[in-house]
């Protein structure tokens, strides 16, 4: 099993609709969970920590379930703008930081 | 403004050349990571560091080697040992113990 796995998608979603990315992770000592967000041919940007009970930022919201070692992102009325591949990131617990899943590709259609 | 800075943008290399890619970064971060990504591949570790002098191995050092002679600078040359080199090389700085990582624009090398 792979340490960070995600469905890579396309997931081609309508303007305004509400999606959702899974992921999953197969260390069950893994401290700390992120999204970040990456566009076409840029670099990764932290777009928010995931924490146990849940948090939101404004149309996104991220869970965890560590038992069942499963993160999940919520995002609802989709803009245009949110078209960008969305990585799953774990940190394994050890000085090497931060492990990095391949992605899920999301294009919202006008 | 405050940031990490990566260069070149594109490089080419010829095949049985070492070649060196720069990273800097003026966030006064102590932890500094470089990582490669293949297309429609996650980021792979390569190698990095916490503290100026010491640096570590990440999952894919192998063809790599870099230098930690001062806190704001992590170059990392990439060696004529490294079969397949070519690939979008990205380098990310955090404070110790903080994983919102800044990342650098990153270099797109390419054997040619």
């Known amino acids: 099993r792979k340490e960070v796995e995600q469905d890579p998608g396309p997931f081609n979603v309508p303007e305004g609709a509400t999606v959702a990315f899974n992921c999953t992770y197969s260390n069950s000592a893994s401290q700390s969970f992120f999204w970040y967000r990456q566009d076409c041919r840029k670099e990764p940007k932290l777009l928010m920590s995931?924490?146990?009970s849940g948090n939101e930022d404004g149309r996104f919201t991220a869970q965890l379930n560590r038992a069942s070692q499963y993160i999940s992102l919520l995002i609802r009325d989709s803009k245009l703008s949110d078209s960008a591949t969305y990585l799953c990131?774990?940190?394994?617990?050890?000085?090497?930081?931060?492990?990095f899943g391949k992605g899920t590709h999301l294009i919202i259609q006008p | 403004d405050g940031g990490i800075t990566q260069s070149p943008k594109y490089l080419f290399r010829k095949e049985g050349q070492n070649v060196t890619l720069s990273c800097e970064q003026n966030?006064?971060?102590?932890?500094m990571y470089w990582y490669r990504q293949d297309p429609g591949q996650g980021l792979r570790l390569i190698y990095y560091s916490q503290i100026v002098n010491d640096f570590q191995k990440g999952d894919i050092a192998e063809g790599y080697s870099v230098s930690r002679e001062k806190k704001e600078s992590f170059p990392l040359t990439v060696t004529s040992a490294q079969k397949n080199p070519t690939a979008f090389y990205l380098c990310?700085?955090?404070?110790?113990?903080?994983?919102?990582?800044?990342f650098g624009s990153g270099t797109r090398l390419t054997v040619v």
């Open positions: 966030l006064n971060h102590d932890a």
């Open positions: 990310a700085s955090s404070i110790v113990g903080h994983y919102g990582y800044t």
């Open positions: 995931v924490y146990s």
């Open positions: 990131v774990v940190l394994r617990g050890g000085a090497d930081g931060l492990t």
